[in-house]
């Protein structure tokens, strides 16, 4: 079946500081991918998706592409504010809209 | 901007007692589903419901578990006789559905259950 693997965290950087969180897939078929976010208090919310190979889903700052040879969909930001501290969670849908979730890794940016 | 809402934020009961968890969908979603994360657990699916019936649910979502669309607006989760392994955060979603696979779902900010 479909399943995500995505980095353990929590992974706690300074302000300003590049941040990757690693996710791959296994999938039959043509997944979607999304980064959903977590903030302190509040529900998820969808930060950006990919629908197709090589598609490049961004928002806020965070990037994040579809890649099919290796089966990830590594976040990315350049310059992380403390704001970002969260919990990120890589999913995947099939395509009949069925998500399956990555473990999710907490983000503290420190001052 | 609309939002999912759920009712109430944490619930408490005691086992072997029925809860009813409460979410209200954005206006014009058509699809809803349930999802639960137990303590330092993965997010899991529970069930979909589309066109006011189940159209998938996991093996987690035994006979202990129903779900209904009572009004329009509303979309809620029945868990007959608690156990203490149903103790979780459980989420709601809705979505559009136009989209198949690539729609976003939108989830609400859980509701906790706690069962002692």
């Known amino acids: 079946g479909n399943s995500v693997t995505q980095m353990e965290g929590p992974v706690t950087l300074s302000e300003e500081a590049f941040l990757t969180i690693n996710c791959t897939y296994t999938?039959?078929?043509?997944?979607?991918l999304f980064w959903y976010v977590q903030y302190p208090g509040e529900g998820l919310q969808l930060l950006l998706k990919?629908?197709?190979?090589?598609d490049k889903g961004s928002n806020k700052g965070f990037e994040a592409t579809y890649r099919k040879e290796t089966t990830s969909f590594h976040l990315e930001k350049g310059s992380v504010q403390v704001s970002d501290s969260a919990v990120y969670f890589c999913?995947?849908?099939?395509?009949?809209?069925?998500?399956?979730f990555g473990a999710g890794t907490q983000v503290v940016v420190t001052p | 901007e609309p939002e999912v809402t759920q009712t109430p934020s944490h619930q408490v009961t005691q086992m072997g007692q029925e809860v009813i968890l409460r979410c209200v969908p954005i206006?014009?979603?058509?699809?809803f589903y349930w999802y639960r994360q137990i303590l330092g657990q993965k997010v899991e699916f529970l069930v979909s419901?589309?066109?006011?019936?189940?159209?998938?649910k996991s093996e987690i979502f035994d006979d202990q578990f129903s779900v209904e669309r009572p009004d329009g607006s509303n979309f809620t989760l029945k868990i007959r006789s608690t156990k203490l392994e149903d103790s979780a955060m459980y989420f709601c979603?809705?979505?559009?559905?136009?989209?198949?696979?690539?729609?976003?779902?939108?989830f609400g900010p859980g509701t906790r259950l706690t069962v002692l």
């Open positions: 979603a809705s979505k559009l559905g136009t989209g198949g696979g690539t729609d976003t779902q939108y």
């Open positions: 990919a629908t197709k190979a090589d």
């Open positions: 999913l995947l849908g099939d395509s009949w809209g069925k998500l399956q």
């Open positions: 999938a039959t078929g043509y997944p979607s």
């Open positions: 419901f589309y066109n006011n019936e189940i159209s998938e």
């Open positions: 206006s014009n979603h058509l699809y």
